[in-house]
């Protein structure tokens, strides 16, 4: 029996196609479950989301009952994990009453199941491995108070924990942060036989640059292998991705790629971007290929030396992302305002009950290097920005819609100092380490037109974002802009008619429209029409 999903629906709100209503969505993860000779996608698990979303407590018994009823066995046919919000980030009480759905859903379908039906859940922006150890007491005190309350008893620890590790210096800290979890388990006597852990492909890629995401994922999964080996417990990854490349790239088109890039990757995320922009048919076809193929490749092995080079690379990156990330937050964020919210979110506003993120913190990338000159460049960075840092879909969304996307950023002037640092043998490493770079620039580049920020961002932002570009085609001989344009020039065109009306609504223009309902109307029409075109919003 399979006990380990190789494909995980998710509720992320990345697709152009359609709103997704809470109400909506226990008959949509069915539906993602069930076998594809009975209509369903045949993904193997779903996440049922509390990070920052509006979903109701009883959706998990709503999915859990669903699928019993279709003659599913939940922990062998199907498997459901909830992510429940991390109480650093959201009020202490939704965490509470996330995991009190977890344990009312174990007791409700105790009978119909045959047994427990949730063994895990998902918590986000884990740090350390103290926080672990806080948040799987906590679970542990909420199963007890179920015990106290219902005939039907639970253990502790019958609902683990899998840490979601999202920041890239947690993301390269991931074995001290497993081993001091797993060692206080040891000392309890419930060290688990299986540790399932996240990493985080897209907030991180939003926080400190693609190339960071990356090639800090990929650490992290040898780490995670090496901590495996010397406690002697497995190890299966999780890797939240969605279709664009900046947020993973996972796709039909792409999947060789992503198996061995990401080799050790237990468990991919099928995003509602690759679910609804491409389509049933593809996504079946992906998730055929991943429920045979993910459980069967192995973590890529690095040498001590290795990875100190990439984190001297990861900071070197992080340096040039970061310099133009905080100088085109602001007005940016005006345009991820006009980006359609396809699922049901917590509001990013500081109201008290809110979701909101942070800006990356330079002092911790700043200790991956031992170069003096690149420290000081890294918290020299003013990252004292006055906006909400929007999220991860609506900040690629936006990028791409003034015809920037953010898979650039950083990366060209980056490749250069790499080269004029570590010459051609680092460079070498760096594909070896990254090898599908040159297809993830290539698929951006094909959506790529930098008129259409013009008097939207600023000179500067702009002229840093060019270097990039022509850096990057220079040093992976990339196709030319004019050449990659060609295969998409209906896409360009609503690309720049959507400008003025972007430059109307910041005020740089004048009306369009005498009717401002109707130009908004327009607006996002084509905002949607080119994330089908591109195959997900962001």
């Keep these: 029996m399979k006990t380990t999903p190789s494909t995980m629906a998710t509720q992320h709100p990345d697709n152009a196609d359609q709103y997704i209503t809470i109400q909506a969505e226990p008959e949509e993860a069915i539906i993602a479950c069930l076998g ?31 699928l019993i009823q279709k003659d599913m066995k939940l922990g062998q046919d199907a498997f459901i994990t909830p992510r429940i919000p991390n109480a650093k980030k959201e009020p202490v009480f939704r965490q509470l009453m996330s995991i009190m759905s977890l344990v009312e859903t174990n007791i409700l379908c105790f009978d119909a199941n045959k047994g427990q039906s949730i063994f895990e ?39 683990r924990l899998i840490p979601l590790i999202e920041s890239v210096p947690a993301l390269l800290q991931v074995d001290q942060i497993l081993k001091t979890y797993l060692n206080e388990l040891k000392t309890k006597q419930v060290m688990p036989e299986r540790l399932r852990v996240m990493f985080a492909r897209s ?78 048919s593809e996504t079946k076809k992906l998730v055929n290929r991943l429920n045979v193929e993910a459980s069967l490749t192995e973590a890529r092995t690095f040498t001590h030396q290795e990875i100190k080079r990439l984190q001297e690379m ?22 991820t305002k006009l ?23 330079m002092a911790e990338i700043a200790e991956l290097t031992e170069d003096a000159t690149l420290k000081a460049e890294l918290l020299a960075i003013d990252t004292d920005i006055h906006c909400t840092v929007p999220r991860a ?75 990039d570009v022509l850096y990057a085609i220079e040093y992976l001989h990339l196709k030319e802009p004019d050449e990659a344009y060609r295969e998409d020039a209906f896409y360009h065109t ?16 004048k009306d369009l429209f005498d009717d401002h309902e109707e130009e908004m109307k327009i607006l996002k029409e084509w905002i949607v029409k080119l994330g089908k075109l591109r195959g997900s919003l962001g």
């Design 393 to 467: 879909i609506s900040f690629t969304a936006a990028l791409y819609t003034i015809g920037m996307p953010p898979e650039f950023i950083g990366v060209g002037r980056g490749l250069h100092e790499i080269n004029e640092k570590f010459g051609q043998e680092g460079m070498k490493e760096l594909l070896q380490a990254y090898p599908q770079l040159k297809h993830d620039l290539n698929f951006a580049l094909k959506y790529m037109n930098q008129k259409v920020s013009r008097g939207i961002l600023d000179e500067r932002v702009r002229e840093a974002y060019q270097k």
């Design 36 to 66: 594809q000779e009975r209509g369903g996608l045949g993904i193997e698990e779903v996440m049922i989301d509390f990070e920052g979303k509006m979903t109701p407590y009883h959706q998990t018994s709503q999915v859990a009952m669903g």
């Design 339 to 361: 980006i359609p919210r396809n699922r049901d979110r917590l509001a990013s506003s500081r109201t008290g009950l809110e979701y909101v993120r942070e800006i990356a913190h």
């Design 314 to 335: 990861i900071a070197i990156f992080t340096k040039h992302y970061m310099t133009t990330f905080v100088d085109m937050i602001s007005p940016l964020e005006e345009i």
């Design 121 to 159: 859940t998902i918590v986000p922006m884990i740090e350390s491995g103290e926080e672990m150890l806080q948040i799987q007491e906590r679970i542990n005190s909420v199963i007890e108070l179920g015990n106290k309350n219902y005939s039907i008893q639970f253990e502790p620890y019958t609902i």
């Design 494 to 509: 609503l690309l720049k008619a959507i400008r003025p009306i972007l430059l109307h609504n910041l005020g740089k223009q």
């Design 203 to 280: 907030d991180s890629a939003m926080s400190y640059g693609m190339m960071a995401s990356v090639l800090s994922v990929i650490i992290a999964i040898h780490k995670s292998q090496a901590i495996a080996n010397e406690l002697g417990v497995e190890i299966s990854p999780i890797l939240g991705c969605g279709a664009l490349p900046f947020r993973g790239h996972l796709d039909l088109k792409n999947v060789d790629r992503i198996l061995e890039t990401y080799g050790g990757i237990r468990t991919f995320t099928i995003q509602s971007g690759m679910r609804y922009d491409h389509g049933s």
